[in-house]
């Protein structure tokens, strides 16, 4: 049975970092486009970033592309998003998605969630 567990969130201080991790089991994800979302409180999920199987075709929601970087590392099974120079506004439950096929925003194209991660973000 397919399994993703986020790690790496955390209560960090405006302008710092913070690099987001995303392990599989039950299924190896080197032919899965990985996604990145993100719910804030009170808000709707949003989407974050996007990365295909072999990590060559990246996407970003435009408003976050300078600060937050995709990746992944198919050999161990785990995929990534670095966040830097953080803002109160990035405070949210961080969520790790895949599907098979194409890289595409919309939350409801990926079949596989993993159960998130929170970041916080507060001085």
């Known amino acids: 049975q397919w399994h993703f567990v986020e790690s790496g969130g955390g209560l960090v201080q405006p302008g710092g970092s913070l690099k987001l991790s995303c392990t599989t089991s039950?299924?190896?994800?080197?032919?899965?486009?990985i996604a990145w979302f993100r719910q804030a409180p009170g808000k709707e999920r949003e989407f974050v970033a996007t990365?295909?199987?072999?990590?060559?075709?990246?996407y970003y929601k435009e408003s976050l592309r300078n600060r937050f970087t995709i990746s992944r590392d198919n050999a161990k099974n785990v995929l990534f998003l670095q966040i830097d120079s953080l803002a109160p506004d990035d405070t949210a439950v961080y969520y790790c998605?895949?599907?098979?096929?194409?890289?595409?925003?919309?939350?409801?194209?990926?079949?596989?969630w993993g159960q998130g991660t929170q970041v916080t973000v507060s001085s």
């Open positions: 990365i295909n199987w072999s990590g060559r075709k990246t």
């Open positions: 039950g299924f190896t994800v080197d032919s899965y486009a």
């Open positions: 998605a895949a599907r098979s096929g194409d890289i595409t925003t919309s939350g409801t194209e990926y079949p596989y």
